[in-house]
């Protein structure tokens, strides 16, 4: 069974730091884009950044692009984000996806609470 278990979520003020992490299980996920998304209370979820599978291609929101930094170590089918000069308009649940557009599959976390303190 694939379960995707994201841990690292807490109360921080803002200014400062946080690292997400999202351990895979269940499965083989080297050859899949592992990414973060986020839902605030009462706004849709939405995308927040990706990590191809080999690493070598990132891409982010522009509202953390600067901020934030994801990375994966397929060794242990973990994906991190970290998360700096966090705001408090960065709180929300975070989640984590692994998704294989050529396999047509895609698994989601149950997500990690961050909040963000003015």
């Known amino acids: 069974q694939v379960q995707l278990v994201e841990s690292g979520g807490g109360l921080v003020q803002a200014g400062g730091s946080l690292r997400l992490s999202c351990a895979a299980s269940?499965?083989?996920?080297?050859?899949?884009?592992r990414g973060w998304f986020r839902q605030a209370p009462g706004k849709e979820r939405e995308f927040v950044s990706v990590i191809s599978s080999s690493g070598s291609n990132t891409y982010y929101v522009d509202s953390v692009k600067g901020r934030f930094t994801i990375s994966r170590d397929n060794a242990k089918n973990t994906v991190y984000l970290q998360m700096n000069s966090l705001k408090p308009e960065d709180t929300a649940v975070y989640y984590c996806?692994?998704?294989?557009?050529?396999?047509?599959?895609?698994?989601w976390g149950q997500g990690t609470q961050v909040t963000v303190s003015s």
């Open positions: 996806n692994a998704q294989n557009n050529a396999e047509g599959m895609a698994y």
């Open positions: 269940g499965g083989a996920f080297s050859s899949y884009a």
